[in-house]
């Protein structure tokens, strides 16, 4: 684990192309990584009773589409963090569009499983910051993982770094709009279930 964590940090790259390569038994599985930080994360947030969304939900009239709208935007807010898996399959999914001939849809979802466990280390260092510092910095953890997605792509691919750079922006800024819309999808036909 501490050998991942560190080429993570260190040289992402060659991690992910070690990895992809075969070269496996040094370093922890990609799928085992994301879940063991997501659990990280939930067991942190529980003990220091940290709420990511503070009094974010709201009440409306009595419209009942409103209503049914309203309560899948407070189930996904108060679940978002259960909801992660949508985004490394959203990341997975983009990484193939955009880099189509350079590895498969498998290779680029374990690529994902990685950065999206490494984005889950960033909350969680932000949700300390957050909790006992300065309330005001929630989105530092998304900007953190913005530069940091690049740099592991520019460090993964080598070559053609101007070109990698603008895809992972793109790719990133899709990727976190599809994850949000797709998340709210969910939520909200886990409300409509449930009223039925």
Same mark, same amino acid.
């Given at each position: 684990?501490?050998?991942?964590?560190?080429?993570?940090?260190?040289?992402?790259?060659?991690?992910?192309?070690?990895?992809?390569?075969?070269?496996?038994?040094?370093?922890?599985?990609?799928?085992?990584?994301?879940?063991?930080? =997501?659990?990280?994360?939930?067991?942190?947030?529980?003990? #220091?009773?940290?709420?990511?969304?503070?009094?974010?939900?709201?009440?409306?009239?009595?419209?009942?589409?409103?209503?049914? $709208?309203?309560?899948?935007?407070? !189930?996904?807010?108060?679940?978002?963090?259960?909801?992660?898996?949508? !985004?490394?399959? =959203?990341?997975?999914?983009?990484?193939?569009? !955009?880099?189509?001939?350079?590895?498969?849809?498998a290779e680029f979802i374990a690529i994902s499983f990685y950065l999206i466990g490494i984005y889950t280390v960033l909350t969680t260092l932000n949700m300390f910051y /957050?909790?006992?510092?300065?309330?005001? @910095?929630?989105?530092?953890?998304?900007?953190?993982?913005?530069?940091?997605?690049?740099?592991? $792509?520019?460090?993964?691919?080598?070559? &053609?770094?101007?070109?990698? $750079? /603008?895809?992972?922006? @793109? #790719?990133?800024?899709?990727? !976190?709009?599809?994850?949000?819309? #797709? &998340?709210?999808?969910i939520s909200f036909c886990i409300i409509y279930l449930k009223q039925m």
């Amino acid at each position: 684990m501490f050998n991942t964590l560190r080429l993570l940090v260190k040289d992402p790259g060659k991690l992910l192309r070690e990895y992809l390569e075969g070269k496996r038994k040094r370093y922890y599985k990609p799928v085992a990584f994301f879940i063991l930080m =997501t659990v990280i994360y939930l067991v942190t947030r529980a003990v #220091i009773n940290y709420d990511p969304f503070g009094n974010t939900t709201i009440q409306v009239d009595d419209n009942t589409q409103s209503q049914l $709208l309203t309560q899948a935007r407070n !189930f996904m807010l108060l679940n978002i963090d259960k909801l992660l898996f949508v !985004f490394v399959f =959203t990341m997975g999914l983009l990484l193939k569009l !955009f880099f189509y001939k350079k590895r498969s849809l498998a290779e680029f979802i374990a690529i994902s499983f990685y950065l999206i466990g490494i984005y889950t280390v960033l909350t969680t260092l932000n949700m300390f910051y /957050i909790h006992y510092v300065n309330p005001n @910095f929630q989105f530092l953890a998304m900007l953190a993982m913005l530069v940091y997605f690049c740099y592991a $792509l520019v460090s993964f691919f080598q070559k &053609g770094k101007i070109i990698v $750079l /603008i895809k992972s922006l @793109f #790719i990133f800024v899709v990727g !976190f709009i599809s994850y949000g819309m #797709i &998340g709210f999808a969910i939520s909200f036909c886990i409300i409509y279930l449930k009223q039925m």
